[in-house]
């Protein structure tokens, strides 16, 4: 656990960081956003004594950190920048290799953890491992500055803006393959971003930070439905409600869906299925295969006649999805249901606007 | 058509226009003794009528050449015939002063008179020019480089060369010219080696404090806009002074006169390239990389050895590839305050008129900074960090 303690920094007349108080819990990704000169970088920088405080403490696990060594405490936990900062006169295998090298590691160990990192970033080690800085995209360069910071298996992890340099696309694919690093290695990360989104994506909690000052700490949830003040509220925009079902999973609201098998006869579905006007349609294996309209079965020789066959990936939501994801696709679609799926393509459910508006109104209030 | 066997090569056009010219020139001189001159014959009178045709041949073709459409075999052609025009000056005028000088008396001299420098310079131009073309073929690329200096050397180990004058100079001065050169090495090699002990500790320091960096460069810049003659005589008073003061510095050789001050004013003159360089070499490297040296936990030794000293050394090196050429002509200066040198032969020559003599010291100070120049960049390439190459 990492707790700062009524921690300053003035900069002669200027106050950076105004008496910050803030405690991250083991395992969590804490996000420090706010506007530039809030302070958020400044304070990440005095955890691992980059900027010493003018006043106050910090400590990790009860330890006070102005009583460890700066190189003993650095070491102690990873740190990656926007600029990345890889050293352009060494590989990559040896960039990764910089922190064990400082810890004395065996060789043999050493380059067993550097293919097993680039493994973890999704990097080809062979392909990679001998490569210089000057020859990466900016995304692989993150990815090796990710890489990097986890070299000896840190507790914790410091990141600023670690994907600020990369385009839109490659950004977003960056943060969910963190998420999902993160789930795997569980370390306490605290992160600075002004992306909004991003620390929406990623955080456990976001304090939100205002001229040196903690405006609000809470989950991503607590924050979108209770700004604090107006700050918060302008700040998370007018949107909020959007980016709040942007972190709630579809799976507490699948319901069961009314599915038929393509080689039902119309006549047998129109006697069963009596509830919903549309219908799945699905193959002998349970997989989508697109949907019908029943008033066009009466008359019909076989559902196969007056389907609407479809791609399942277009017309469907996967399990993992957010309900920002199913309310876009439906808009999207112009449908007021929409299918879930599972891996295999198989439908498991079905998912509706008006629940969706429920959420959304439920969590409102 | 005519459009596509035209394709003008403007180094080599230059380098031939000046061959060309030269052809006009007087070529060698023969004079009653080392210090009367005299009027220098043509290129007919001093090659006859064989010699004079084949150069004259020799440079139309390397003008149509540096005019003509053949892009691909245009520098290996042009090298071949630099190369020919080359050896052929050569050879020629060693027949040829050993021809003229058997008929006149014995103190009479043969000297080397404009049109044969103009012809030297006209074909170096041309044979940089067919380099440029030549990276790839490596082979050639030597060939062509390295054919004459190779020829020239088998030249003056036979003795075909030596009834020219400047090397009867040298056969004259033997010994001496030999001391000399060691002497010359030995200033600029210990001001170069002085100027980098002191100017790298200088430059990094001056990275690490902005009262350090405006100190340091205020006073490097200032030794740089002393005229260096001027520099080598301030050295007299200050340490005459000196070694009188204290006499034991005398017994170490530092007086007024002589190698002392000589090295004193070369290391402070060489001061500013290194210092400079180094600065600017530690100073370029991205910040970036250094706050994620220190954030990951290296000292701040560390960051100093293992980041910013590989990524700075090509400047620094570069800077002290700068003051050694630099040192090397400037060394020559040091003959005025007694320290001899390959200077001794320039200012000795100037004093007695014998422009041979002046030769003799001046050439091989131009090739001392050839060389140093060359062994300089060799050292600068491979202290490069490979990641470096070509990424920026």
Redesign the interface.
């Known amino acids: 656990m990492i707790r700062l303690e009524q921690i300053t920094k003035r900069y002669g007349d200027t106050l950076a960081v105004d008496q910050l108080s803030l405690e991250i819990n083991e395992g969590e990704v804490c996000v420090l956003i706010g506007p530039s000169g809030c302070g958020k970088t400044t304070t990440l920088r005095m955890i ?1 004594r ?1 900027i010493e405080p003018t006043a106050g403490q910090i400590f990790i696990n009860g330890q006070d950190t102005s009583r460890i060594k700066v ?6 936990m ?2 990656a ?11 990559v295998g040896e960039n990764i290799s ?2 064990p090298h ?1 810890l004395h590691w065996e060789k043999d160990r050493i380059a067993a953890r550097v293919i097993e990192l680039l493994k973890l970033v999704g990097l080809k080690a062979e392909e990679y491992t001998g490569k ?4 990466l995209s900016g995304g692989e360069a993150q990815r090796i ?1 990710v890489a ?2 986890l070299a000896v298996d840190p507790p914790i992890l ?1 990141m600023d803006e670690p994907f600020g340099a990369v385009d839109p696309l490659t950004r977003q694919r960056l943060q969910s393959q963190l998420v999902r690093i993160q789930q795997e290695i569980k370390k306490t990360i605290i992160m600075v971003t002004h992306d909004l989104d991003e620390a929406i994506r990623m955080a456990d909690r976001i304090a939100i930070m205002e001229s040196g000052r903690l405006v609000q700490y809470d989950t991503p949830e607590a924050i979108l439905s209770a700004p604090i003040n107006r700050f918060v509220r302008n700040f998370i925009g007018a949107d909020r409600a959007l980016k709040r079902i942007s972190r709630i999973s579809i799976q507490k609201y699948i319901r069961p869906a009314e599915f038929i098998n393509i080689n039902t006869s119309p006549n047998q579905v129109m006697a069963e299925a009596k509830k919903y006007r549309w219908l799945w349609v699905i193959d002998d294996n349970r997989q989508l295969i697109g949907w019908v309209d029943r008033d066009s079965l009466p008359g019909a020789a076989s559902i196969e006649e007056v389907m609407n066959r479809e791609e399942a990936g277009e017309i469907s939501l996967m399990d993992n999805a957010t309900l920002r994801d199913a309310l876009s696709q439906m808009l999207g679609l112009g449908f007021k249901y929409i299918p879930v799926i599972d891996d295999a393509n198989q439908i498991i459910g079905e998912l509706a606007l008006e629940d969706i508006e429920e959420a959304m109104a439920g969590e409102e209030g | 058509m005519i459009l596509r066997l035209i394709k003008l090569d403007k180094v080599a056009a230059f380098g031939s226009v000046i061959g060309l010219i030269s052809l006009l020139a007087g070529w060698l001189t023969l004079r009653p003794n080392r210090l009367v001159s005299s009027p220098s014959t043509s290129l007919w009178g001093s090659f006859g009528n064989y010699g004079a045709v084949s150069l004259v041949v020799l440079w139309l073709i390397c003008l149509v050449l540096s005019l003509s459409g053949l892009r691909n075999r245009r520098g290996l052609l042009l090298g071949i015939t630099a190369n020919a025009i080359l050896i052929l000056t050569l050879v020629l005028v060693g027949f040829n002063a050993s021809r003229l000088s058997e008929a006149a008396p014995e103190i009479a001299r043969v000297s080397i008179s404009s049109g044969v420098w103009l012809t030297l310079a006209g074909a170096y131009v041309l044979i940089y020019a067919a380099r440029q073309n030549l990276q790839k073929q490596r082979t050639w690329y030597h060939l062509i480089s390295w054919g004459t200096p190779v020829v020239l050397v088998i030249l003056l180990a036979t003795g075909w060369l030596n009834q020219v004058s400047i090397l009867e100079e040298f056969h004259s001065y033997r010994l001496r010219f030999f001391e000399e050169l060691f002497r010359h090495i030995r200033l600029f090699g210990s001001g170069v080696i002085a100027a980098t002990i002191i100017g790298i500790p200088l430059g990094v320091w001056a990275t690490r404090n902005r009262y350090a960096e405006k100190s340091v460069f205020f006073i490097t810049n200032i030794v740089q806009t002393i005229p260096s003659l001027a520099l080598f005589g301030f050295m007299i008073a200050p340490l005459s002074a000196l070694s009188f003061a204290l006499p034991w510095l005398r017994d170490l050789g530092i007086t007024g006169v002589g190698p002392a001050p000589a090295v004193i004013a070369l290391t402070i003159y060489s001061l500013l390239p290194v210092v400079r360089n180094t600065y600017v070499g530690i100073r370029q490297v ?14 701040r030794w ?1 960051v100093f050895r293992r ?1 910013e000293v ?2 700075a050394a090509p400047l620094a090196l570069e800077g002290i590839r700068t003051a050694s050429v630099q040192a090397v002509g400037l060394a020559t200066l040091a003959q005025l305050i007694g320290a001899f040198g390959l200077g001794w032969f320039v200012f000795t020559g100037i004093g007695a008129a014998a422009p041979d003599m002046i030769i003799l010291g001046a050439i091989p100070i131009i090739l001392l900074a050839l060389l140093v120049d060359g062994i300089m960049r060799k050292i600068v390439r491979i202290s490069t ?4 190459i ?3």
Do not use: C, W
């Open positions: 691992n980059l190189e003993k405490l650095r070491l102690s990873g740190y920048i926007q600029s990345v900062g890889l050293f352009p006169h060494m590989t910089v922190v400082l210089y800085p000057g020859q500055g990097r910071a410091l | 991205d910040a970036g990389v250094i706050d994620a040296g220190l954030g990951m936990g290296m000292s560390q980041v590989p990524l960090p490979k990641g470096l070509g990424a920026t």
